[in-house]
């Protein structure tokens, strides 16, 4: 009808007359042809009504009122009919931070007070009517006042879950976090976790985290982002709450953990799980800036064992193992109760089914630590099984948290996914890049400058040799095999970069006749002059181990000077006295 059109009334409200009921018939008619299952109800003639169950009415509202205004029929439904979809909030009581760590209440393990809302749209539904609801098992239901559509398998479930809630004791924020996050979270999806004080500041990334200063006795100057960090540490570590320092590679992630060891001076000694590499490093760093921490390297054939290992781990600051060896003297470390276990490189546990990883959780620990300096967002499945490390079960299950946020973000895009997993990972994950401006200011100023090195004669013959060849052999083939010659052509065509030798691997020499057979070699040594003629000191790194034994023998000997190699191969020991060596003459220079 057109807007001027007088509204439509009911026709019992009308005076009887045969007209009225002609024009009433026949529109039922034509109503019940183009929707049959009006057919199964007789009409009251008096009043020209259809009295509908439950399940026909909301199947009427479905399926029959499409049908019936594609006829040409108007039909009208209450304004107030809606379908409503079940949503769970769920509100936490704790104490403030101050009040919390000061009684000890605080943690993955202590008990919460903690409520389960369930509401259908906006509307928080009460106990009552929510017995009401799930008893009633019917897809339309009058709830204040309002007729709403709603799923009553769904509901059911949900009732379900809120009883076997109500009749659970206090859970601990672990159990809280598993029970949204996991594989066996709600069967409705959780609206809103409110929270009060600080398991709310905590959620909310509102934690008021006071500066514990300086550290007295650390032999180190923090930058401000530093003694930040080393703030939030100390902090999180007092809330007994596991965290990741994902800092990028250069940050100085060690020397905050050894502030915040020099800081609190615990009386057991802490775990350090690192990878070989780096064992010296942390060697190198305690003695240079927390030389009062008493360290024990648990590393090589003649390391500790049994009483011998106990002894000398009770009179340690810092114990130092490597992941290969803690898988392998499982049982031993993880006899002792550690005050902390600190992961570096804490990637190295991103398969939790691995030996080193499982032993890793098995550790008893007030605290755990883990550092990674490799985006931690990278993959989904990473960050899960470091978080699982932290704090134990937080996540739920591999195969739970998969389904419910790996596969729905990295393949799906899906962003209400994101936001839960950000609202239960982000309090326990510190992340700052060099990029970040509260940290670059804190940086020194860096000169970068790509300088290019031309090909030789020699060098641009084999990289045109290398490409004809990889040109005639992916015409005749296919798929992953084509993709796999690719692959194999760039990397010889690396290679030929470096330098002819180390493409041929013919042990030929460096220089030919006194002259240069790589460009890439040739503007090294011109840097090398530069920088050396200036007492500077230089870095080279190379992804080839060959290349690296081709020139440094070379260098050596063109510059006179001692040119240490480190790479995967090279042992503990051998690191060690390099280190050692490069050390000394750093001293005797000053």
């Known amino acids: 009808p057109d807007l001027g059109d007088p509204p439509p009334v009911p026709l019992h409200t009308l005076p009887y007359s045969a007209a009225h009921s002609s024009l009433a018939m026949n529109a039922l008619g034509r109503a019940m042809s183009a929707y049959p299952r009006l057919r199964h109800r007789t009409p009251n003639v008096r009043e020209h009504l259809l009295t509908l169950s439950t399940a026909e009415a909301v199947d009427f509202v479905t399926a029959g009122a499409p049908a019936l205004r594609s006829a040409g029929i108007t039909v009208l439904l209450p304004r107030a009919w809606t379908r409503l979809a079940p949503s769970l909030t769920l509100e936490v009581d704790s104490p403030a931070a101050s009040s919390a760590v000061t009684s000890g209440a605080v943690g993955m393990d202590q008990l919460l007070s903690y409520r389960w809302r369930l509401a259908l749209g906006d509307v928080t539904v009460s106990s009552a009517e929510m017995a009401a609801l799930a008893k009633a098992k019917a897809p339309l239901v009058r709830l204040r006042g309002e007729w709403?559509?709603?799923?009553?398998?769904?509901?059911?479930?949900?009732?379900?879950?809120?009883?076997?809630?109500?009749?659970?004791?206090?859970?601990?924020?672990?159990?809280?976090?598993?029970?949204v996050s996991g594989a066996d979270s709600p069967p409705v999806p959780v609206a809103a976790v409110r929270a009060t004080g600080w398991i709310g500041e905590l959620l909310d990334g509102e934690l008021q985290v006071s500066s514990v200063g300086p550290p007295e006795g650390l032999c180190a100057e923090l930058r401000p982002y530093q003694q930040r960090g080393l703030d939030w540490l100390a902090f999180m570590s007092r809330l007994g709450l596991g965290v990741v320092l994902a800092d990028d590679m250069g940050l100085g992630k060690t020397v905050q953990v050894l502030a915040l060891q020099v800081h609190e001076k615990a009386r057991e000694p802490t775990l350090v799980v690192c990878p070989m590499s780096v064992v010296g490093n942390w060697q190198r760093e305690v003695e240079q800036f927390a030389p009062q921490l008493q360290v024990l390297v648990h590393h090589g054939a003649d390391r500790g064992r049994g009483e011998a290992l106990s002894t000398a781990i009770s009179s340690a600051d810092l114990v130092i193992t490597t992941y290969r060896l803690l898988a392998r003297d499982r049982a031993e470390l993880t006899a002792h109760h550690w005050d902390r276990v600190v992961l570096d490189e804490a990637q190295h546990v991103k398969n939790p089914a691995t030996a080193h990883a499982r032993a890793a959780r098995s550790l008893s620990a007030r605290h755990r630590l883990a550092l990674t300096g490799t985006p931690v967002e990278n993959r989904l499945e990473d960050l899960r099984s470091v978080l699982d490390f932290v704090n134990p079960g937080m996540l739920g299950s591999a195969q739970g948290f998969r389904a419910r946020f790996a596969v729905p973000i990295e393949r799906e895009h899906d962003t209400s996914a994101v936001t839960r997993l950000r609202t239960a990972t982000a309090p326990f994950v510190l992340r700052r890049l060099k990029t970040d401006p509260s940290?670059?200011?804190?940086?020194?100023?860096?000169?970068?400058?790509?300088?290019?090195?031309?090909?030789?004669?020699?060098?641009?013959?084999?990289?045109?040799?290398?490409?004809?060849?990889?040109?005639?052999?992916?015409?005749?083939s296919r798929g992953m095999h084509r993709k796999a010659l690719v692959l194999s052509a760039l990397t010889r065509l690396k290679q030929v970069c470096n330098h002819p030798a180390h493409f041929l691997a013919d042990g030929s020499a460096v220089l030919r006749r006194g002259v240069?057979?790589?460009?890439?070699?040739?503007?090294?040594?011109?840097?090398?002059?530069?920088?050396?003629?200036?007492g500077g000191k230089v870095l080279m790194f190379t992804q080839f181990r060959q290349f690296g034994e081709l020139v440094a023998p070379w260098i050596a000997e063109e510059f006179d000077v001692d040119v240490p190699f480190l790479h995967g191969g090279v042992s503990k020991g051998r690191r060690d006295r390099s280190e050692e060596r490069r050390v000394g003459k750093e001293c005797r220079s000053r």
């Open 516 to 534: 240069h057979r790589s460009g890439k070699l040739e503007l090294v040594q011109d840097i090398l002059h530069s920088a050396l003629g200036d």
């Open 148 to 179: 709403v559509q709603v799923d009553p398998t769904v509901l059911g479930r949900a009732a379900r879950y809120l009883a076997a809630q109500s009749r659970t004791a206090d859970s601990t924020l672990g159990q809280l976090l598993a029970a």
């Open 439 to 476: 940290v670059i200011t804190d940086l020194p100023s860096k000169l970068e400058m790509t300088v290019r090195a031309n090909l030789t004669a020699e060098q641009a013959a084999l990289y045109r040799a290398v490409v004809d060849d990889m040109l005639a052999k992916i015409a005749e």
